[in-house]
């Protein structure tokens, strides 16, 4: 395995991008970024990310720009812009720790370990897939939630060997 990256319906991702339309609220933008990003769509992604990244500072909600945050840097991970990728990534975490937001702790620390395994820094990938893991768990997480941190970690685990 070399890639970590989500397996896309093509057609079910496109059919639900064009119900989202013209949406404009946090949730339609958020899932749009995710959509548009999973569809090779950067370019539309990131500006989008952008939109939801403002709209969610000016609705006041810290956690939820937090989580626009984590889609944002999630499609510059996409785009190859690993430095500024992780520099992202890396303040969302800390916020997440500093307001004990575990789910997005465990989401962003995860998106980073992706981001390190790109750049083939393995060690610092299996350090955070591992992290990811335990948040997860702490979260009470299912074994289906938990599954692709799990997977990541064998996979990362299997190169290092390698």
Known sequence: MTTLREKVDVQAATERLNELGLLRSLSALNEKVVLLRLLGKLD?????????VRQARFSGDREMALGARIRRAQVQ??????PAALQELGL????????????LEAIATLSRGKVHFETQD?????VDFKAAVFLMERQGASIDQLESALVAV?????????
């Open 44 to 52: 539309d992604a990131f500006v989008i990310a952008n939109e939801a």
């Open 77 to 82: 991970q996409y785009q190859g812009k690993y």
């Open 92 to 103: 969302c975490v800390e916020e997440a720790q500093t307001h004990e937001w575990g789910a």
């Open 122 to 126: 393995y060690d610092a990938a299996l």
């Open 154 to 162: 064998a996979v990362t685990e299997s190169l290092l060997a390698a």
